[in-house]
């Protein structure tokens, strides 16, 4: 154990280390990227081109669904990321879509929206906290996405949620929810007792996963399965597709209609 621990914690110091240095706007005003902790919360990696990418492919990756909804998108929509961070899927996805499309995103990390608010002047920003409501109207959205959020919910969080994204949609509306589902590269790392759990109850909300560092104690790693949400999701929404993978290859895109 301590030959590990000290190969462990070097490299974890030394990471810990570059993150916060590079913290100091090392990429506001060159790279039109967030400073390096904020990236790093998102992707888990430092690197400014990665984290741009990123959010091209996943906006490329939610035009798709909506295609695969047969969703045509009007000029002026309005359009919301929960769990938005530090806007790189919102912005992309703004810059595919129509001009006159209305960019919110929303976030409990006040850091990231602190700085959306400061640099990404298309979008309007807003922190919300870590448990319902947010401070939108009733029926106010047109699309709404939430990239890598159910993943990381524990079940009462998710049916809260679900809930208040149901409140502020517009009837029509669609939403476009990632999950973890049973062929996400994650499943590899979780036991077979608990892969067991999951195959009986089709959900699984996995806590020893080492998410602590950075976020609240609530945020851990998610399994949803198709039938889970067909059953229970359907509470709130007319579930349209789970697309398997949709996500760039690691996670479902859930596709729901309000009611």
């Keep these: ?14 990471k810990l280390f570059r ?19 904020l990236r790093y919360k998102v992707h888990g990696h430092l690197d400014i081109p990665l984290f741009l990418s ?11 669904a909506i295609k695969r909804a047969g969703m045509k998108l009007k ?28 960019l919110f995103g929303t976030d409990i990390d006040a850091s990231a929206i602190k700085w959306c608010s400061k640099y990404l002047k298309k979008g309007h920003f807003t922190i919300n906290s870590n448990e319902p ?3 939108f ?12 959020v159910f993943t990381h919910l524990n079940e009462q969080y998710q049916f809260d949620w679900l809930r208040d994204l149901h409140r502020i ?31 009986k109850q089709g959900y699984y909300y996995y806590r020893n996963d080492g998410w602590g560092l950075f976020f609240p104690d609530f945020y851990h790693t998610t399994f949803h399965s198709k039938e889970y949400i067909n059953k229970t999701w359907a509470s709130f929404f007319n579930v349209l597709d789970i697309w398997e993978l949709g996500l760039g290859g690691h996670q479902d895109i859930v596709s729901l209609i309000k009611k």
């Design 1 to 14: 154990m301590k030959k590990i621990l000290k190969k462990i914690i070097p490299t974890l110091l030394l």
């Design 19 to 37: 993150i916060f240095y590079w913290s100091w706007g090392d990429a506001v005003g060159k790279h039109g990227a967030p400073p390096a902790y």
């Design 54 to 64: 990123g959010g091209e492919k996943n906006a490329s990756c939610l035009l798709a």
């Design 75 to 102: 000029d002026d929509l309005t359009v919301l990321d929960f769990g938005c961070g530090p806007g790189g899927t919102l912005m992309a996805f703004g810059e595919k879509t129509s001009p006159g499309a209305k």
């Design 133 to 135: 409501p947010m401070a």
């Design 137 to 148: 109207e009733n029926n106010f959205f047109d699309i709404i996405f939430a990239v890598s």
């Design 169 to 199: 949609a517009k009837p029509g509306a669609l939403l476009l929810l990632t999950v973890h589902g049973a062929l996400a590269p994650a499943w590899k790392n979780i036991p077979q007792h608990q892969k067991d759990i999951f195959d």
